[in-house]
């Protein structure tokens, strides 16, 4: 094997190139570690003085658990109900000529393309007005929007991809339409399914304006947590809630990262 | 006019090992067929030659000169690409234009040299100078874009021009056209030209040498008669058409092998099993009482089945165990059958191993 | 039987378009009927003068800011993705991944200390002696500040879809051009952008709404005076004031500056 020359020169543009994404993705998130470990921390040091685990202690013993335990609570709920809802409305639009199947599309597209806050902000005077204001079912209504728009995009799209004829061969042998559903189509829309009911629980987990808007002051989930304490000037507790905020998402990442589907995600990025 | 040289090239995609040990020279100036099932490496070849795939080991060279680890761009080759490839965002004049301007080929010459290509593939008479100007490659039929293509090589003046199954999108009434089309083309260029495809007519009726590939070797090369003629293993002679394919079992000792249970005389230093191989079209059936003369070789069989196939009926005749094809311009009107095959046109190939 | 299985469908369609309708769409037709009234519920355009009056230049900004940040997120996200398309870099494309699962609110506080005046990235400058920190320029708290955090964190989907649109463009026509000797800016430049311009097209359109309606992000890295994101104003509007009908007012505003790029957007997606 001969010494390219060139090789060297092009292995240093290569290092440097990856230091260089590495600082533009991490460099922001660096600063939540190191703050999340700083007991005093003074300008004008570039690092903390002195170092510990002290906040950390703090923090985990502190309101913040019960912030987490509620917006596992929230999402779970918000899943479980956005797949019941969502599984057969995809089929439906997948397979049927539903009665005004294009006006539903648009319905659930509509969402997507609009600025949330001003409609929020009105939901939640709706919300106040049947007593749902600042409670858990109130939040749970507000996360299903954006969850339940979201999630017939994916289950359309997943039934879609399953071919049709693999029904009409159940049916064909005198199965009924639910039970060829039931029996064909969705477990072989299980993979999907999984993948859009994790994405719908990060959602709600990291849902932040609609629970603001109606949620304050007394369902207060991790991410209002983390606002608050930011807003507060805690830097120290608002860096370790993001930390622990963003734990959830870089499992889902890895773990979605073998079947990762673009067209799944690309609706993700907006809400 | 260039002689393309492969030496010893490999190349392996993890455990598959698509190119195995190949070695290769191309006559300058002349067609050379690279005809193999989908599969055998031919692509990868190919690609190797235009510079898009790094071969693990061995040597490419261009009249001598090692281009083995130069970039495709250095190469000197144009390709043609079985999907033609051609950006449906610029125009033909652009499409074409496109490598002359990479090379920085001043406005005026680029223009000329276009044209000159255009022209070499009759697209001017078809198109007009408006038409290159300003239609899109989607708006062109299957033909057309594939001139266009050939076009969009040949204007770069390269000494090596590779085609991977440019063909095979056409119809099949086009394709007879085109095919006669390139075939002249090529002779007025004159470029050492490589063309990969999976249609044995079409190998055999193009090129002036066929190169027969399978599982990542080269099984024969020589001119299309030869090939056609005289295969030299069993693959190249089913692949290359209606041939029959029988099992037969060498013995040494009497030098003769048994086959269809009939015994051949047979020259051989092998002992065990080889196969037989006869071409359907040279073949002939007679009635099981016909009396048959000559220097041929003779099996007993029944008729299973007979089809009309358009240029024969071809007869599927059960042989003992076996089933052969027996083409003949007249439905056999016998059930029980002599199947009669010049002895000279039965080939014997020693299993290896 | 065949109704009766309409029937089955249709339990179920029945909550989901009606949270959607009850919680999406009343609200939104509500906030365009209350910015057409006053606060004793009379038909009045005095919410439109007022947003005319007090926040026109936040609007200008908003626009601004979400163009600039579009700006940075294509130039960089078109760069990267042709060289991931030609290249190939397993690590760098499973990086950037990595902001799209990282929720907007820990982006906006992330950002907050990363870019604030003694932040980490001016202590960093500062190491290398590129500026002093005697007297620190701060990104948080501006609008370069918050284009950044944008930015970042739509890169993520940026690249999602752009190299989902360059991928889809099949491996020839980029051999067809080095075969010319293109190398990897011109086939991105010659060959990928206009084969997937469409695509693209789409993609920006998404990413600019998204951009406008941004509001955790500017809540958190944006600053008290001077020009805000207007959907801080909004918020604001509501929570300080409890005017409804001006925050209304800005709120269809945002949804006519949403509605150029969402028809666009519709007519892609549905034309499908």
Redesign the interface.
Known sequence: MKVDPGAMGRATVKIA??AL??F??F??????A??SVAEKWY??Y??PQQVGLFYWGRVLGSDLMRSLQLGFFIATVVTMLTL??????G??LAR?D?LFK?V????????Q???????????A???YKFDLGATIPGVV??H??GS??YA?WIMTAVFKSIPVEMEEAAINLGA???RAFLSIALPLAVPGIVASSLLVF?YSL?E??GTLLIGAPFVVTL?VF??NA??GYE?QV??IT?LL??IP??V??VLL?RY?K??Y??M???I | MVKVALDNVSKSYGKVRALHETTLELEPGALTAILGPSGCGKTTLLRSI?G?IKVDSGRICFDGRDVTEL????RD???V???Y??????TVFDNVA??LK??KVPASEVRRRVMDALELVEMVDILGVEGIESRKPPELSGGQQQRVALA?ALV?QPKVLLLDEPLSNLDAKVRQRVRVEIRRLQKRVRITTIHVTHDQEEALSIADSVVVMDKGKVIQVGSPQEIYRRPQSAFVAEFLGSSNVLTGQLCRADQTISVGGIKLSCATAAEGKATVVFRADEARLAGEEAQVQGNVVVFQGEVEETLFVGSAFRHFVKIGTELVMVDSPESSPFRRVKVVVPREKVQIYPLEG | MRRL?NA??FT??V???G??????????L??AF?SFQSKSGQLTLDNYALVARLYTKDVLYTVGIAAFSLAIVLFIGILLCGYLRVYGNK??E??????????????????????AP????N??V??IGLIN?DNPPSLAYSWLGISLALA?K?M??AV??I??AFRSV?E??L????????GAI?QTL??LL??S?SSLAV?SV?MF??M??S??IP??IGGGKGAQMT?ID??YR?TYQGD?GA??A???V??LL??G??IY??RT??RK
């Not at chain 1, 539903?104 to 969402?111: G, N, R, S, T």
């Not at chain 2, 490839?85 to 610029?90: F, S």
């Not at chain 3, 003694?118 to 990235?121: A, P, R, V």
């Open positions: 190139f990856l994404v590495l533009i993705i460099g922001p998130l660096s600063s939540l190191i703050w300008w004008p570039a690092l019941l809802c969502t599984v057969p409305v089929y439906a049927f539903v294009s539903i599309m648009m319905l659930f597209l509509l969402p393309a609009f600025p949330q806050l001003p409609v929020f902000a009105n939901a005077v709706l919300l209504l507000i299903m929007v339940l728009v017939v009924s339409r639910i990060l990291d932040f304006t991410p983390m606002y930011s807003m830097l608002a860096s993001a905020l963003m998402g870089m889902l990442l990262e990762l673009a067209e995600l690309s993700f990025g907006r | 235009a898009f970039p495709p761009q250095e080759t144009a390709m690409f079985q999907n490839a051609l950006w449906p965002h610029m496109y490598g990479l090379k969009r770069v | 299985e089955f469908w179920f369609a909550p989901t378009v949270i959607v309708l009850v919680l999406f769409f009343a609200p939104f509500y906030s209350g690590l760098v499973f990086l950037f991944k990595i902001p799209l699962f990282v929720p907007f609110v820990v982006v906006g506080h992330a950002m907050r200390v990363f870019l003694h932040g980490i990235l202590s960093m500062a190491q920190l970042w739509n993520a989907m999602l879809l190299l989902g099949h020839t026509y051999e067809a051009a080095r075969n010319f000797g293109a011109r010659d060959v206009p084969m311009a993609a998404l709404t998204s406008l309606a509001f955790s809540l958190m959907m909004v918020y509501i409804y925050a209304n800005l709120g269809v945002s949804y949403a509605s790029a969402a957007y519709l997606v549905t």
